[in-house]
Antibody, heavy 116, light 110 residues
Framework: EVQLVQSGAEVQKPGQSLKISCKGS????????IAWVRQMPGKGLEWMGLIYPGDSDTKYSPSFQGQVTISADKYISTAYLQWSSLKASDTAMYYC?????????WGQGTLVTVSS | QSALTQPASVSASPGQSITISCTGTSSDIGNYNLVSWYQQHPGKVPNLMIY???KRPSGISNRFSGSKSGNTASLTISGLQAEDEADYYC??????????FGGGTKLTVL
């Protein structure tokens, strides 16, 4: 059974760093890219970027370039999304999803709350 | 890279059909057969409903269908049921490993 299991909810203060994870199982991790998708409260889905775990090739949407870092460790089938300095506007639900022609399996989401 | 354009909301009665449009450009929808549609119920994870413009994943009802003409993709839901009430998002490949979502459409079943 294909599964993407994300790390738990986070509450952080502005300026702090954070790294959330997404662990894949039930399929060949390197055979698909992993995308990260943001959903701010009450808003729509936004494509942040993706990573090909086989070679860690990464592509960011322009809005997120320089704002976050996507990485992966293929040996433990895990992808990551990290921030070096959180802002209140980073408060959102973050989903990882497996992709080829479309995002066919999604993680359960990680709620990140940034508040002083 | 701009978001794809969807109507903010659509509504219809049970048993009727609706179509949600998704307008892009010749750089995304118009250039690739990689449009997908996702259904998201409140507080839930998005679910893939259509991929490659017209294909349904296993387990998705044949009441859901997709099409494309030029720079516009469409999702049609026939025989509306109460459980179809949700937000729907289109997504398209835009080249060079970039993808873009639409703004989302809220479907209300009256």
């Amino acid at each position: 059974e294909v599964q993407l299991v994300q790390s738990g909810a986070e509450v952080q203060k502005p300026g702090q760093s954070l790294k959330i994870s997404c662990k894949g199982s039930g399929y060949t991790f390197t055979g698909y890219f992993i995308a990260w998708v943001r959903q701010m409260p009450g808003k729509g889905l936004e494509w942040m970027g993706l990573i090909y775990p086989g070679d860690s090739d990464t592509k960011y949407s322009p809005s997120f370039q320089g704002q976050v870092t996507i990485s992966a460790d293929k040996y433990i089938s895990t992808a990551y999304l990290q921030w070096s300095s959180l802002k209140a506007s980073d408060t959102a639900m973050y989903y990882c999803a497996r992709g080829r022609q479309a995002l066919d399996y999604w993680g359960q989401g990680t709620l990140v709350t940034v508040s002083s | 890279q701009s978001a794809l354009t969807q109507p903010a909301s659509v509504s219809a009665s049970p048993g009727q059909s609706i179509t949600i449009s998704c307008t892009g450009t010749s750089s995304d929808i118009g250039n690739y057969n990689l449009v997908s549609w996702y259904q998201q119920h409140p507080g839930k994870v998005p679910n893939l409903m259509i991929y490659e413009g017209t294909k349904r994943p296993s387990g998705i009802s044949n009441r859901f269908s997709g099409s494309k003409s030029g720079n516009t993709a469409s999702l049609t839901i026939s025989g509306l049921q109460a459980e179809d009430e949700a937000d729907y998002y289109c997504c398209s490949y835009a080249g060079s490993s970039t993808w873009v979502f639409g703004g989302g459409t809220k479907l209300t079943v009256l």
